[in-house]
């Protein structure tokens, strides 16, 4: 069955830092997603993605974040100056027109 | 008006019983409404889903009833078995899922011998 693949699994950074958080999404899906979890916390929507450009993005998605897709397979999340509240799992996720989410396995990140 | 309310926050069902997980919301655009089956380390992993236009949907052991006039919809895990312990999300989205979700608070399930 086709995957969604995050990577790393985890990611400690120092506050302050750059992070990049990577995922390659199913291969004919269009529609791509970044999603959080805070410890303990429900699922958050972070941004929606759809050709090429952000299509729809939350309050949490703010200045220090971004998201790209490079080379038409990584789509990747980057916060700019990481704070100790972004500390969460990070979920991507992709779909095709018709079909329901499938997501990756998470990247953990620790800001310390 | 875009949350999604879900409970109980935990629960604790003995192998064979049912259980059932509540949701409700308020956003009446909503027209998709997906479970999710969450273990440790993982992504949530799509249960089943279903939409306004029937009232019940299932696919095994798993059982979505759906009422719209009270906004409320609710999984029910028939003959639970250990392995069914996890987290269960409730989740919505407009345009038949092609939105973004609104995922509820979350539900840990432990099945008990």
């Known amino acids: 069955e086709p995957e969604v693949t995050q990577t790393p699994s985890h990611q400690v950074t120092q506050m302050g830092q750059e992070v990049i958080l990577r995922c390659v999404p199913i291969s004919n899906h269009l529609y791509f997603y970044w999603y959080r979890q805070i410890l303990g916390q429900k699922v958050e929507f972070l941004v929606s993605f759809y050709n090429n450009e952000i299509s729809e993005k939350s309050e949490i998605f703010d200045d220090q974040f971004s998201v790209e897709r490079p080379d038409g397979s990584n789509f990747t999340l980057k916060i700019r100056s990481t704070k100790l509240e972004d500390s969460a799992m990070y979920f991507c996720a992709s779909r095709t027109p018709a079909g329901g989410y499938t997501f990756g396995s998470g990247t953990r990140l620790t800001v310390v | 008006q875009q949350q999604v309310k879900q409970s109980p926050q935990s629960l604790i069902v003995q192998k064979g019983g049912i259980s059932i997980i509540n949701c409700a919301y308020e956003n009446t655009a909503f027209d998709y409404f997906p479970w999710y089956q969450q273990f440790p380390g993982k992504g949530p992993a799509l249960l089943i889903a279903?939409?306004?236009?029937?009232s019940e949907k299932k696919e095994g052991r798993f059982t979505i009833s759906f009422n719209k006039s009270a906004k409320q919809f609710s999984l029910h895990i028939m003959d639970s078995q250990p392995g069914d312990s996890a987290t269960y999300f409730c989740a919505a989205s407009t345009n038949f899922g092609n939105e973004k979700l609104t995922f509820g608070t979350g539900t840990r399930l432990t099945i008990i011998p």
């Open positions: 279903i939409r306004p236009d029937v």
